[in-house]
């Protein structure tokens, strides 16, 4: 714990340094705080810019939550924007500044100093990407940039199809735009397991957004009217605009020369008070590696809400010592909208803990945003993961109209208390017929998660994996109106006085609407003696998903 | 664990016992599982009757979410309707039963008894309370009536402004009637908090809703145009139609008859199993007690939720013996919706605790339903409670127009985690600028919580407990415009220079919009010396909730 008057410097002003500002100004008044900012604004909405250019959030001066001189008068901050940090010198507590206005160099020393220097967006160098017409999205000079650019032209690529590239598309779209979005992986989003992200691909397509997905870029050409993108299939996509949204890097390159510790991938590494190798510094935000919670590994969540508590936690420990509050590191909870869709992720994904090597068990079902019965009721998809070993929760993924928030926030909550599914079979969440459900579909994900380990459930994910006889058990004109591709249709009330029509010398694969009934007509035929397994997620999953790649 | 066949034999039809019913025959096919009601009905949406009658839910078929056809069709159940139990030989596992058209008397024998009977509302004995229009809301008859009852009146008084009275409130206004509510505290929802209901007391008075608080009913006299409430305060109150709402009573009487164990207040006792003092017979829903998980007591918690999830652990436990999941308790959460309100809780009340005699902590806090520089955010106000000992979380209660569902269910996760008020600081929620904040009035509470514990937040409940000092610290123009009754204004940016005006011989109380400006200004005063302390939920709270009564 530091005795005051301390000079406290901070380089990077948005949301991990402002929120460390903020916080060591709680603690202290005579404290000297200084933040460093090489653009010009600070404690900007990074998170909205792309709502901007699409309108949404029409006045862009809602998106400057706080100036330079807001900070200086409400938190009585040194705020020094245009301004770089060059080097740190530890040995003496010193970095060396410059002005990107005159050039001027000169020194700073501090007590404490804090590395909040944020993610820059990747360009990677392929021939031409050094184009004014190759834009990234991080500041509000950026959104400028592409809002006026935008303006001028009918057709716009977006490279890159995850969160930020599926909002700018969103957006982009709205204000007229012809879009093409192109991602190296065969879905979108890649962060979600491909079968989550179906529906939003539907969307997007039948908005008029060409994807082009499982394809990457190989550089740009400019020409007479505008730029092309030239792809690894050959294609050669002519367009007026490109974003470029394919990841961000760690801008870590001044931690990286004051000799501080890097992880693998080039982050900052800190502890849980996020101290880095050199007690007297701090990094905070997208720059840094931090504890996943869930394997016990080391991640990096390059979002808001991690940067914020993470700057708190720095100016806690700067100013409480051993009494701060630890990091507890980040789950990596997202969400996106894209249109009338909603699609997020919290804890693992399927993709990623094959890629572990982790042992899992998942399933997915379908439930109501509220009560069936009440006006307004959308369908959620709900994909849970979790440890065959315990029965804890490694993560899941929704999707759907309304609600897709409020579950994951369940999740991201149930993560935290490290729950288990049976935990979230009896979670007791706010039901009223406008709100939610009497079992809802995290009870329902619940219920199926410990049928499943219990032996009554018995899955088939996904269609392909079923057999050659599919029994379709939703009512007659229902299953005639959109049939299950294979299947014969035996409305789940005839199943008992039908059975003579099913062959027992192999297994009976189950399919209705929803993922429920098909489960109820597999433990009808499960007690009578059939091999029954229950496809996951039912027509309403399966035939958005099903797709011969 | 019982060998099959069996016959299980459900006493009541609806949540309970029908959860029960569809999750044993999940197990078993040659179960014989009968099922009696006393009603007409079977599985029917009783939370959404209030919805029919205002019209949210035109068709009344879709509360029928089963029928007895459908269920025998669906489920092979013997479904036996207008049936009620005379009484239960437990030494023979004989129950008479009575056909409620003919009046003949049977006998029925069962390996399993699950009692599902539910709960019927309080009509105490007061006079003139037989009147045929004197209504209460259970089922799809009394639905039936009430609704045809208010087509031909113009004044409804509903007596009780619960959860159901409020929604009453709210969809006969809907309809056009002249709704007066009568409520023997003096607050509506006497389940939250009374300060916490302000606000929906404002929109129901605003809608021209009479609410007549802290005034019981003594007797109801028909007159010739209708009836005539007679209240406490000697007011007479002259209306078309009442409706009764003031709690429900547990129809325990068959299991008093048999000889089953209750609790205090009537309720039938039963284990985590859900099973009551004889081993052969188990109770489920409104008329069972349960373990409170928050603090270890026994509790009754009437909804809908809890029931469906006991008739499915009777069930589990029948079919899988020890192996069952246990039901984990009941922590009580619930919401309602008035209008463009919203208004829940999750565990327990500051009112609940205090007469627990429970150590407890509070803080009230505001946040963003969403990212507030997105269109249609809306405000939400939060109340936190914990245990000073741990910082374990013991319930929280919510308000406002969006997104208060949201937050009720993260606390209710929490608090099936036994999270802490450290936990909550740290929770990584959804964030995308259309659906949560990069720190929610969630993390938010957890962080006003933990400033308190460290002596950061020194905090004032409300208004009235605070002293003559009291500085707004909200803009010139915004103070002005809806003062706070004496305090005097000195924006935030000019506190720094203003700390002469303030006298340091006693204390400051500092107010702002939504409470947090007004913490920070403490903390630049507390940091100066001075005896300075926030004024919980800030004008956005106290001003609603601020009255002299």
């Known amino acids: 714990m530091k005795t005051e008057p301390t000079t406290l410097l901070i380089i990077g002003g948005v949301a991990g340094g402002a929120s460390a500002a903020a916080r060591a100004r709680r603690h202290s008044e005579s404290a000297h705080i200084i933040v460093l900012e090489r653009g010009p604004d600070v404690s900007f909405a990074n998170c909205g810019l792309p709502y901007h250019i699409g309108g949404d959030i029409p006045d862009r001066a809602d998106l400057a939550i706080q100036t330079p001189d807001s900070l200086r008068a409400l938190l009585n901050l040194d705020v020094r924007t245009l301004t770089e940090a060059v080097s740190i010198d530890r040995e003496n507590r010193q970095v060396r500044i410059r002005s990107l206005g005159d050039g001027a160099e000169s020194l700073l020393s501090y007590d404490q100093l804090i590395l909040a220097p944020g993610a820059s967006p990747l360009r990677p160098p392929l021939p031409g990407i050094d184009s004014p017409l190759v834009h990234t999205l991080r500041n509000l000079q950026d959104m400028d940039r592409i809002k006026a650019a935008a303006a001028a032209v009918e057709k716009v690529a977006i490279i890159g199809a995850g969160f930020i590239g599926l909002e700018m598309a969103e957006q982009l779209h709205t204000i007229g735009k012809q879009v093409s979005v192109i991602e190296l992986q065969p879905q979108v989003l890649p962060q979600l397991d491909a079968e989550m992200v179906r529906p939003l691909e539907t969307t997007l397509r039948e908005k008029g957004i060409e994807l082009i997905l499982g394809d990457g870029i190989e550089g740009f050409e400019t020409t007479a009217t505008g730029i092309d993108a030239k792809l690894k299939s050959g294609r050669n996509l002519s367009t007026g605009l490109v974003i470029l949204s394919i990841g961000v890097r760690p801008e870590s390159g001044l931690a990286k020369d004051a000799g501080l510790d890097l992880g693998p991938r080039g982050h900052i590494q800190v502890d849980s008070w996020q101290r880095t190798s050199d007690p007297a510094i701090y990094a905070v935000g997208d720059a840094c590696e931090t504890e996943d919670p869930i394997l016990g590994k080391r991640t990096a969540i390059p979002l808001g809400g991690p940067a914020n508590r993470q700057g708190r936690t720095a100016a806690d420990h700067i100013f409480l010592g051993e009494k701060a509050l630890r990091y507890p590191g980040s789950i990596g909870t997202a969400i996106v909208r894209v249109f009338d869709q909603a699609a997020g992720i919290a804890g693992y994904s399927e993709t990623r803990l094959k890629m572990e090597g982790t042992p899992y068990q998942t399933v997915t ?176 999953h399966q035939l958005r998903t099903y797709r011969e790649i």
């Open 365 to 540: 079902v379908n439930g109501s945003s509220h009560a069936s019965y009440f006006p307004g009721a959308e369908t959620i998809t709900l994909k849970l993961l979790w440890s065959p070993e315990d029965g804890r929760v490694l993560g899941a993924q929704a999707s759907g109209k309304d609600g897709v928030d409020k579950r994951l926030d369940v999740i991201a909550t149930a993560l935290r208390g490290r729950l288990t599914i049976d935990d979230l079979a009896h979670l007791e969440l706010a039901y009223a017929p406008p709100f939610g459900n009497a079992k809802d579909v995290i009870n329902v994900a619940g219920f199926a998660a410990g049928n499943m380990r219990d032996g009554l459930l018995v899955p088939v994910p996904d269609l392909k994996s079923a057999g050659v006889q599919i029994v379709d058990v939703r009512p007659a004109a229902v299953a005639a109106k959109r049939p299950v591709p294979g299947a014969k249709n035996i409305p789940l009330a005839e199943l008992r006085g039908r059975l003579a029509e099913l062959d027992r010398s192999q297994p009976v694969f189950t399919i209705c609407q929803m993922g429920k009934t098909s489960y109820f007509a597999a433990r009808i035929l499960a007690n009578h003696g059939f091999d029954a397994r229950s496809i996951l997620g039912g027509a309403h």
